[in-house]
């Protein structure tokens, strides 16, 4: 994933950011960094459930083979 310099100003307002911050203490914008995080979280969050969804169809099949 490309590394963005850190970003300053808020994109709405144009006031400065705290260091790393998440969100403009101003306007309450989320900034360029935490947009990524929060997509990086989505995805995460849908190969989780994926995974899961695998294993319970997993589980569901062998059961349902290893019936008498
Ligand atoms: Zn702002």
Redesign the pocket.
Known sequence: MATATEQTH??????PLAHQAAY??????RTRRARRLVRLAIRVEILFVVVVAILVLGFAYVYYVQQP
């Open positions: 808020c994109d709405r307002c144009q006031a403009c203490e101003k306007c309450g914008e």
